[in-house]
């Protein structure tokens, strides 16, 4: 039998979030804990991404999802590039980083297409844009159930169209990359329980909801909205098994940071974030180009992970930060999840 949403003991999703946070063993042991645990593609190569599936699986039985970008045009040109290559030198120089040369970049697209194919996890998101109506047949024949994210109406329309499996509805309250289709877009404001509403009403799949949902009350409030799930990703970035870095986990529970933002500084696409001093001096001039800027920045990033500086990374989190606390996943679904029976 094809997996169900249905098949889930909580409906509960540990959303992918690539570049650390996500895991194998966060990936398992949300699965564990009753939920749908996720493995992020992004930013790995192919054969880490095979690895990283297998030690998920070596880790438990239960089902586990996987996510991918899907590749899309950049919108960057050689001078908006060139002129943020300049801005960024002063911060490049005072981590002692080099900025690299940015190049065109799919993300090894069709070798991770082949991963999922080969290893047939039980679901595969993607983000960034709908994979082809072929590409979603072939991972329907190997019994991958296949869900797209979607920011707005005429988005859950595309991915409708093209044969998707279910919805993942993601509301601006999300933290880290906004999943908008058109990548020079302003994301959409509507909030996700409108949002969530208005998909509901015109289509006729299953809908999993994400953004800013922290809390067993969130939860309860989408799962009555008529999601089938709700995913949840900051509310995982403390967890004992998250890659969360150093700088990033101490930023989460700091008074000093206040705000979060939505900034195409750190990738050359919207993310919502903690406010630092990056995103303060760099989001009104970095032009939008992914994944151009997001090579610009890496080195920049790393660098500031190494000497702990939460204000020369990014900081991804969701508008509902505050109210997430550390523990094991399997404490943090199960919280989630409290009132969800």
């Not at 054969?47 to 990283?52: G, H, N, Q």
């Amino acid at each position: 039998m094809p997996f169900s949403l249905q098949d889930l003991a909580v409906p509960i999703l540990g959303a992918p979030m690539a570049g650390g946070p996500s895991t194998a063993a966060l990936a398992a042991a949300v699965s564990n804990a009753g939920g749908l645990g996720f493995v992020a593609a992004g930013y790995l190569t192919a054969d880490k991404f095979a690895d990283i599936i297998a030690a998920a699986r070596a880790l438990t039985s239960a089902p586990i999802g996987v996510n991918l970008f899907v590749p899309g045009p950049s919108a960057a040109t050689p001078d908006a590039l060139a002129r943020y290559r300049e801005q960024l030198a002063p911060l490049a120089e005072h981590y002692g980083a080099e900025i690299p040369e940015p190049h065109a970049d799919d993300d090894g697209w069709q070798a991770k297409l082949d991963v999922v194919a080969d290893t047939a996890p039980e679901v595969a998101s993607f983000t960034f844009g709908c994979p082809s109506p072929e590409t979603i047949a072939r991972l329907r024949d190997r019994g991958v159930v296949v869900a797209v994210t979607v920011t707005s109406l005429d988005e859950a329309g595309v991915a409708v169209a093209a044969g998707a499996d279910a919805l993942v509805v993601q509301g601006p309250e999300a933290g880290g990359h906004r999943g908008t289709f058109d990548p020079v877009a302003l994301p959409g404001d509507a909030p996700l329980d409108s949002l969530l509403v208005a998909i509901r009403a015109a289509y006729d799949l299953p809908v999993i909801a994400a953004g800013g949902l922290s809390s067993a009350a969130d939860v309860r409030r989408v799962l009555d909205a008529g999601a089938a799930a709700a995913q949840a990703g900051t509310a995982f970035l403390l967890a004992d098994e998250a890659g969360t870095n150093a700088a990033h986990r101490a930023a989460l529970t700091d008074v000093s940071f206040t705000e979060t933002v939505v900034t195409r500084a750190f990738s050359g696409r919207y993310a919502r974030g903690l406010a630092n001093n990056f995103t303060a001096r760099y989001d009104d001039v970095a032009p939008l180009g992914y994944p151009e800027v997001n090579q610009m920045t890496g080195p920049l990033r790393r660098a500031a992970v190494a000497a702990g500086d939460p204000h020369g990374t990014n900081l991804w989190a969701g508008t509902s930060w505050r109210y997430i606390s550390g523990g094991s996943a399997a404490d943090i679904v199960a919280a989630l999840a409290r009132d969800a029976e």
